[in-house]
């Protein structure tokens, strides 16, 4: 028996090469329905999972709008009833010197990747 078997899973941010694509697809493996979400379609990730016939849903939204979180969430729980997993996997970082980085990018680093 998978160990996720009946159980729904929320991943927000999965890429195609990243933690959570990989997250997705061992969640798959257990057995879970997948509901992922973020801002640009994983087209590779949705493709191997579509392949193995997994119960996944696409949902593109932005974590730090509380507008699309809600209605991800409503979605959610229309399609699959519950949610019994979240993984808050969503992230982004600059790879330049922090006086370089200007305010309006620390502020979406902030929302993305601690009120997100």
Known sequence: MNRFEDTVAIITGPSDQGIGGAIAERLAQEGA?????????????????????VDVIWYTG?????VDVENAIETCHEEYGRIDVLVNNAGVEFCKPLDEILDEEWDHLLGVNLTG
């Open 62 to 66: 932005d974590v730090t709008s509380t």
């Open 33 to 53: 329905s997948l509901f992922l979400f973020g801002p640009e379609r994983p087209r590779r990730l949705l493709k191997r999972l579509e392949r193995r016939h």
